[in-house]
């Protein structure tokens, strides 16, 4: 017996050897630790391609030896792209000025690659836990130096960890929000929930109680994101952690500290003013997408008097403030219905149950940004994927004892 989780023969030879670990801490840099700019410059062309050739062999890595393929699900794949295809040809003749693009293939079909993924390998729980405890050392020295204004950190993470667009990272610090090596805090708010996630399946397995210290520590660490992604995910964190306590006195404690934090937060006017702000600025958040005005209003504007885009690069349209108007815009409500089932079968495929505790918080936050084809998701899904199967395997041999 070790960590709660009791190693029996069964156990010992379902766990992958040492290339399953390998390819497990591979998984974890390229989510959490690989760089994604050169002195605060976004990469360029021939790096991107490099990016995403090593997510493509990833990914076909990942389905030759830890997982097995869904033809059913392969064939639709195979079908939406070839029906994509199809549409980016007609789209020329209706925008000639149009260009096809790789950032727009690519990224669709690590997705389309990833969705066909169902992962039978199990990685070491111990790793999965070491892991966990290393990420969470990460995460708080290097938030905690963020909050704290020290230059250092701020240098460093606008070098190494600038995303999305020219100066998105730096203008996190303006604010300081602990953004980590996630750079915007939209991203951010979403990665710290997947790990979430994880300590609290970990939490129900071990019923060690510095799991819910990292429960508690995400959270905290959320809240000070200051967004609307991240007030959405504070409350649901904030849902989990109430009862995840077993005694009802540990759960009035847990109320006093809602409420204390409740009272911090207002009373302190510069949080409150940059919550006001991310709720109700019509230059960014919700209404700065959706309203009239809004960055997404040139996406239906085109729409009216032309086709969709397929692979195609338009000028003057919006890439990166919805996943579902993207999408749309890319092939229609077939296109849209194609990834989302996608997603829900890759879900479904992964997280068997417990399905919905992914599924749903990323349908979510695809209002805010086209996560599920940014490259890091991939990864991130892989990462989650590998880490719960290896938890729910474990969870139920204690079951069975």
């Given at each position: ?8 023969k ?10 399953s ?49 869904n ?8 079908l939406?792209m070839a ?10 003749s ?5 260009r ?10 690590c ?7 169902s992962?039978q390998k ?8 070491f892991?966990i ?7 708080v ?35 300081n929000?602990?953004v980590m090596?996630?750079?915007i ?15 609290r399946?970990l939490?129900?397995l071990t ?12 959270l ?9 992604t ?5 409350l649901?964190?904030?849902?989990y ?13 847990f109320?006093?500290?809602?409420i ?8 302190d006017l ?7 702000e991310?709720f ?16 997404l ?6 729409l ?5 885009i397929g692979?195609?690069?338009?000028d ?9 108007v993207?999408y ?8 849209l ?5 996608c997603?829900y ?18 349908l ?5 940004l086209?996560?599920m ?29």
């Amino acid at each position: 017996m070790g960590f709660g989780v009791n190693n029996n023969k069964i156990g010992n030879k379902a766990e992958g050897g040492p290339i399953s670990s390998l390819y497990y801490l591979f998984i974890f840099f390229m989510f959490v630790l690989v760089p994604t700019s050169t002195n605060g410059k976004l990469p360029q062309l021939s790096e991107t391609i490099v990016n995403w050739a090593i997510l493509s062999i990833t990914i076909l890595f990942c389905m030759k030896f830890f997982s097995k393929t869904n033809r059913n699900q392969l064939m639709i794949v195979v079908l939406v792209m070839a029906f994509m295809m199809v549409i980016t040809v007609i789209s020329d003749s209706y925008t000639p000025s149009g260009r096809f693009s790789l950032a727009r293939l690519a990224p669709i079909l690590c997705f389309f690659a990833m969705s066909v993924v169902s992962i039978q390998k199990i990685i070491s729980i111990k790793l999965v836990k070491f892991m966990i405890h290393f990420f969470m050392g990460i995460f708080v020295v290097w938030n905690y130096l963020i909050i704290s204004g020290d230059s250092s950190i701020q240098i460093f993470t606008i070098s190494n960890y600038s995303q999305l667009y020219q100066d998105a990272t730096s203008n996190m610090f303006i604010k300081n929000r602990p953004v980590m090596s996630f750079g915007i805090y939209t991203f951010a708010s979403y990665f710290y929930f997947i790990f979430f996630l994880i300590c609290r399946s970990l939490l129900k397995l071990t019923h060690n109680r510095i799991y819910l210290l990292y429960l508690i520590l995400i959270l905290v660490g959320n809240i000070l994101l200051v967004s609307n992604t991240a007030f959405i995910f504070s409350l649901i964190m904030a849902y989990y952690i109430f009862f995840s306590f077993d005694s009802k006195r540990s759960k009035a404690v847990f109320l006093l500290f809602i409420i204390s934090a409740a009272f911090y937060v207002l009373s302190d006017l510069t949080l409150v003013e940059y919550y006001l702000e991310s709720f109700y600025s019509k230059g960014n958040g919700f209404r700065g997408r959706y309203l009239e005005t809004g960055t997404l209003n040139s996406n239906w504007n085109y729409l009216q008097d032309n086709f969709y885009i397929g692979f195609n690069i338009i000028d003057n349209l919006t890439y990166s403030d919805s996943g579902y108007v993207l999408y749309y815009t890319m092939g229609g409500p077939i296109f849209l219905i194609a990834m989302y089932y996608c997603f829900y079968k890759f879900s479904k495929n992964n997280f068997s149950t417990d399905y919905l505790l992914f599924l749903i918080p990323t349908l979510v936050f695809e209002f805010s940004l086209p996560v599920m084809i940014y490259y890091k998701f991939i990864y991130a899904s892989l990462f989650f994927a590998l880490s719960f199967k290896s938890i729910k395997f474990h969870s139920n041999l204690n079951n069975q004892i």
